[in-house]
């Protein structure tokens, strides 16, 4: 596995914006994407984009939150804005091998990283 190193996160209020970043040594899959967990909840698929640059969002996510990389510093991110406090869990960034919202096709996790909005 390459390590994926995350950083971000913080607590915001309402309607607040945070970002997240995920680096590693080299991209180890061609998709990359952000899940997240919250407390006594499963872990669920937020964002997943291509090494071209295709994206894909959660419902729930999609006009508040983007992904984007930058494939020359295998840097991942995720700005997230219009939080709410449904927003609030460990979000982790992942490599996998398709572009899909399913955390069993990805198999190479970041430590977690914790995002909190308060109302």
């Known amino acids: 596995e390459v390590p994926l190193v995350e950083s971000g996160g913080g607590s915001v209020q309402d309607g607040g914006s945070l970002g997240l970043s995920c680096v590693a040594s080299?991209?180890?899959?061609?998709?990359m994407g952000w899940f997240r967990q919250a407390p006594g909840k499963e872990r669920e698929g937020v964002a997943v984009?291509?090494?071209?640059?295709?994206?894909i969002y959660a419902d729930v996510v999609k006009g508040r939150f983007t992904i984007f990389r930058d494939n020359a510093k295998n840097t991942l991110y995720l700005q997230m804005n219009s939080l709410q406090p449904e927003d609030t869990a460990m979000y982790y960034c992942a490599a996998g091998r398709v572009m899909y919202l399913r955390q069993g096709d990805f198999d190479n996790w970041g430590q977690g990283n914790q995002g909190t909005v308060s109302s």
């Open positions: 080299r991209f180890p899959d061609a998709y």
């Open positions: 984009i291509s090494r071209v640059r295709d994206r």
